[in-house]
T-cell receptor, first 115, second 113 residues
Framework: NAGVTQTPKFQVLKTGQSMTLQCAQDMNHNSMYWYRQDPGMGLRLIYY???????DKGEVPNGYNVSRLNKREFSLRLESAAPSQTSVYFC?????FGQGGYGYTFGSGTRLTVV | QKEVEQDPGPLSVPEGAIVSLNCTYSNSAFQYFMWYRQYSRKGPELLMY????GNKEDGRFTAQVDKSSKYISLFIRDSQPSDSATYLCAMGGGPGNTGKLIFGQGTTLQVKP
């Protein structure tokens, strides 16, 4: 089925460990995004990539890096995990609506716990 | 002050009730207004999309945008237990139009049989 695929679905890390969250979309979308979702905070943008070869910081980029490997794939890396990065991470990709609007397709999320 | 404000609830209603969900925002440049539905332990899915002001109806769902008041609403008629989910408003657009969306905190809705 077409959509956004995230791996892994669950992960437990120790403080200071590193890991990469993978995201791939097969809808030929140009733009991709990484969000984190925390109780009472809604979805907050970490990084986004408007097109292949470009990345930009969002609202909460500290402690994260990203790579837009190609048009399909957009990875999120935690270099030294901290308990404050315990969250649910969502990858999304977007197409343009009519009149220039964008609608997102989300992956199913990665539940990350840092102990 | 957050750019988008949404009452987190939780909101509990009996089956068949009319539900009203709301968001306010501060950025008058927003042009695209969306509602996403998120079931427990799932990713959000696009429910409704509205460009600029006005109403849009899709089955039991109606989205309203009032740009003069910076206020958007989602109405659910004849609510069903299957409507139990978290509803997130999202908006974006304006100068630059990079495609970024700003999300509200989400309102958790429970529809009781």
């Amino acid at each position: 089925n077409a959509g956004v695929t995230q791996t892994p679905k669950f992960q437990v890390l120790k403080t200071g460990q590193s890991m990469t969250l993978q995201c791939a979309q097969d809808m030929n979308h140009n733009s991709m995004y990484w969000y984190r979702q925390d109780p009472g905070m809604g979805l907050r943008l970490i990084y986004y990539s408007a097109s292949e070869g470009t990345t930009d910081k969002g609202e909460v980029p500290n402690g994260y890096n990203v790579s837009r490997l190609n048009k399909r794939e957009f990875s999120l890396r935690l270099e030294s995990a901290a308990p404050s990065q315990t969250s649910v991470y969502f990858c999304a990709s977007s197409e343009a609506f009519g009149q220039g609007g964008y609608g997102y397709t989300f992956g199913s999320g990665t539940r990350l716990t840092v102990v | 002050q957050k750019e988008v404000e949404q009452d987190p609830g939780p909101l509990s209603v009996p089956e068949g009730a009319i539900v009203s969900l709301n968001c306010t925002y501060s950025n008058s440049a927003f042009q695209y207004f969306m509602w996403y539905r998120q079931y427990s332990r799932k990713g959000p899915e696009l429910l409704m999309y509205t460009y600029s002001s006005g109403n849009k109806e899709d089955g039991r769902f109606t989205a309203q945008v009032d740009k003069s008041s910076k206020y958007i609403s989602l109405f659910i008629r004849d609510s069903q237990p299957s409507d139990s989910a978290t509803y997130l408003c999202a908006m974006g657009g304006g100068p630059g139009n990079t495609g970024k969306l700003i999300f509200g905190q989400g309102t958790t809705l429970q529809v009781k049989p």
